[in-house]
């Protein structure tokens, strides 16, 4: 049977059970013969699963009954536009390049750790996921692929109300959080901490790598096991202050701490061009990682009488201490000496915003938005690297591998927008002035190097809806976006991976450009809804990982401003609730990219596409199940393919108690596996071509608890740039 015949199969049986036990709880047999139990007369207005509207579509967690037992990482499987490939990655549009915001604003413990922590993430304590891939101008334009704004959970309860969670999964992971706020007068705060602990399955893989331009080393193989184990503990506290009806303060902060431990066992081998083995190696490796994080930020928010403006002005630090130590040993076999290099490096981050905005909204047609924020990163790194001498059994400093980094980066923005209601159509138009300077020096056995740029960039944004009647409404937006390298793109710093893979960054990488345009349209009626979208962007400078191999079989990796990228694609997304005790959704993308680079003389593009499915069944008084299903493939790069699908699905079991305080769920994913093998890969470059698969077993069973207590009626307040409704 397989996992398409399970998945239907399990849908069928839920709506099935979800009918007799409506009939069961509706006809109850008697001994006075067949009484018939008049049914309650109830009206609940249905909340729908995906909303969108003129910038954004919006994924509403909270209807998702799914949500108290599962993660991060499962409900964004289902968000439309959102995908997570095999390496568990999350895509956006098919791209990595993209923004994280967390109630609106770009710091926080999952936007500095989004990758990891969505793993493990708890759903409950998110209200909505909102994927908005032409932001309007009041949003940095950072980000190619848009942003997904991670809008969490405000537990506005009466007087004090908290929870706690626990959850443990069969793979070794456990995480536990608790939430509590309370209020005074016009006080109130709000507390969370939590703490989780999530090994990775191990993976296994095969590496085949032809190498075009020697003879001696012509193919290598590098089979390998990776082990990762990752563990987090976080702290955050808010609390505002206000006055009167007018004025509003508001100051919060959190901290996070993380460590990570990797071990790979690697096997690597070269054969010549007639296929004899000219060298055997075994390659034991460890990498410890420290990546801890801080932020706090205060807003002031000014509400005016007469026009109902709003001002507010904020500003925020984010720092981010981290440091990698990474031990690297070759155990000879054949052709090749011992050898054992231990790597240090540490990095400070810290990063300083300050910003301000204001909004408002005239005789209830005109809209009007301006701001400036100025934003300040500073980079630290200092690393040293360490040789095993065999001979004399010590450490030795290695000084041509090290390089120390200082770096700067300054953004000056300003933005401006106007919006017009008519009956029936919004226009909306505006502009976002930025301006980036960097400035760089790295240090290294060989000399300073100075990176010193400058970018200048205007970003337009035009949008017009229409509310064509009833629920159906079309939108159309444009807008342009920017992705500027990170410090690790730019670092010319080379980590060693293993003697024969290194990598590098390029400090003269460039801001990258691309523009998007969006049409949509919505539909719906009472029961159901139904979103259908077409995107399409270019971007002529794309950064992307390229790697070029030498006659010794050494592959070297860094990137560069070398590709022009065209992508479009075409969503539909349809959710139906036929009854209170039943609800589905479904959606599918379809899209094609292709890429080209000219100073390379090469082109690659495909097709890439994705389905996702999810269902859900009241069986018994406050009893729900619930199954989910995704499948996606045709992943490309410039220099790379995919091949095959990666696919996943789950069943799970949610039975509330104590009047819906306490929830119990229990989690099955991918039950019926102890081995799975996601898509493949093929990378074609003009000094080699590459293969890549690899498999891990992905069989889990997570069980969960949450508590919640109290009841008082709190009003946490927040500056309103945090909040992202964008609605004329």
Known sequence: MNAKTIILTASVLLAVLSGRAQDAMTAQPDSLGRVEQLREATVAARRELVTSDADKLTYNVEADPQAAGSSLIDILRRVPMVSVNGEEKVLLNGSTDYKVLVNGRPTGMLVRNFA???????ASSVKEIQVITNPPVKYDAEGIGGLINIVLVRRLKAGYSGSVGLQAGTLGMASANGYLSAQLGKFAVSASAGGMRFPNPRYNGITDIENLTGTARRYQRLEFEDDVLYSTGSFSLEASYEPDSLNLVTLSGWVDLQRTRESFRISERFWDADRRLTADMQEPRQAYSRGDSFSGELAYQKTFRGDGGVLTFSYAVDGIPNGVDNDVTVVPVLGVEPYRRHSFNTANTLQHFAQADYFATLRKKHQLEAGAKYTLRSHTADSQDELWDFERQAWRVDDGNVNDLDYRQHIF??????????????????????????????????????????????????????????????SLSYTR????????????????????????????????????????????????????????????????????????????????????????????????????????????????????????????GGWNWSVDFSANA???????????????????????????????????????????????????????????????????????????????????????????????????????????????
């Open 481 to 604: 976006r920017l992705g500027r390298p990170s410090v690790s793109y730019l670092n010319p710093y080379i980590f060693e991976e293993t003697p024969y893979s290194r990598s590098h960054g390029n400090p003269d990488l460039r801001t990258v450009v691309s523009d998007a345009l969006t049409l949509t349209y919505r539909t719906g009626g009472d029961k159901w809804g139904l979103t259908a979208r077409t995107y399409g962007s270019l971007c002529g400078n794309k950064i992307e990982y390229l790697s070029v191999t030498h006659p010794d079989g050494t592959k070297v990796s860094t990137y560069g401003n070398a590709v022009r990228h065209r992508h479009v694609d075409a969503l539909l997304d349809f959710d139906w609730e036929p009854t209170d005790g039943f609800g589905m959704q479904v959606s599918g993308n379809v899209g094609y990219d292709d890429f080209y680079a000219r100073a390379l003389d090469q082109r690659n």
């Open 618 to 728: 009241g069986l018994w008084r406050e009893a729900l199940a619930y199954v989910s299903a995704f499948a996606s493939g045709g992943e490309t790069t410039l220099q790379r393919t995919y091949h095959g699908a990666e696919y996943a699905y789950s069943i799970g079991l949610q039975q509330r108690f104590c009047q819906g305080h306490l929830t119990l769920s229990a989690t099955a994913v991918l039950p019926f596996q102890n081995r799975y093998e996601g898509a493949s890969r093929d990378t074609e470059a003009a000094t080699y071509r590459q293969h890549n698969a690899s498999w891990y077993n992905p069989r889990q069973f997570r069980f969960g608890l949450t508590w919640r207590f109290g009841k008082t009626e709190i009003s946490l307040k927040r500056a309103r740039k945090t909040d992202v409704d964008d609605k004329l």
């Open 116 to 122: 990891q922590l969505v793993k493990t993430f708890p």
């Open 413 to 474: 923005a300003a933005y401006a927008s106007y919006g017009y209601k008519f009956a029936r159509l919004t226009l909306k138009a505006g502009a976002r002035l930025e301006y980036t300077l960097n400035r760089g020096l790295s240090k290294s056995a060989s000399g300073k190097l100075t990176f010193d740029n400058s970018n200048f960039n205007v970003v337009p944004y035009l949008n017009a809806a229409w509310q064509l009647g009833g629920s159906d409404a079309l």
